[in-house]
């Protein structure tokens, strides 16, 4: 095709170069599209990966569920959305996609997304992995559950967390 339009245009300089011109424009065109494309693809994958904005991540609509651990082994996050908070300061945030925020009580955020969830002995335990590499693992606790763990039932739903900056002796509430 393109040789076909330039044996047109073959007999007029000026035509030539308006060829030139259009063709020059439309790769010009065709690259800005495929680069805003690819910054798309780039800004998504940033904005999935961890970071460590003070920003919650969860958007709630004010209902609590009750925890609902089959649910979230099966990808569904919504028994959990929300803030949690522990009497030493500390906070955990869920939001629908499996997104966690850990606040610790040092007023560090870390940030990841829940993988590697199993049930045992009535709880689920899964793992987190913030930006810098550190694994945490989450134990989340329905109500009445007893925990041969920690020593105590729960008579409502809980969250532990385990980390290095972390003390898993103060269960997160909602």
Request: charged share 20%.
């Amino acid at each position: 095709m393109l040789m076909q339009m330039v044996n047109i245009v073959k007999g007029s300089k000026d035509k030539e170069k308006k060829l030139r011109f259009d063709l020059q424009l439309a790769m010009l065109i065709i690259g800005g599209i495929i680069l805003a494309f690819s910054l798309g693809a780039i800004e998504q994958k940033v904005s999935s990966d961890t970071s460590s904005s003070d920003q919650p991540v969860a958007q709630t609509t004010g209902e609590i569920l009750p925890l609902d651990t089959n649910g979230v082994l099966n990808g569904d996050y919504s028994s959990v959305v929300g803030t949690w908070k522990c009497d030493n300061g500390a906070s955990i945030t869920f939001d629908t996609a499996g997104q966690v925020s850990y606040k610790s009580k040092k007023g560090k955020i870390s940030k990841g997304l829940i993988y590697n969830a199993r049930l045992l002995d009535g709880r689920l335990e899964a793992q987190f992995q913030t930006k810098g590499g550190e694994v945490v693992s989450i134990f989340l606790i329905p109500t009445g559950t007893t925990s041969k763990y920690e020593n105590q039932s729960y008579q409502s739903d809980a969250v532990l967390v385990n980390s290095k900056t972390s003390d898993d002796n103060h269960p997160f509430y909602r």
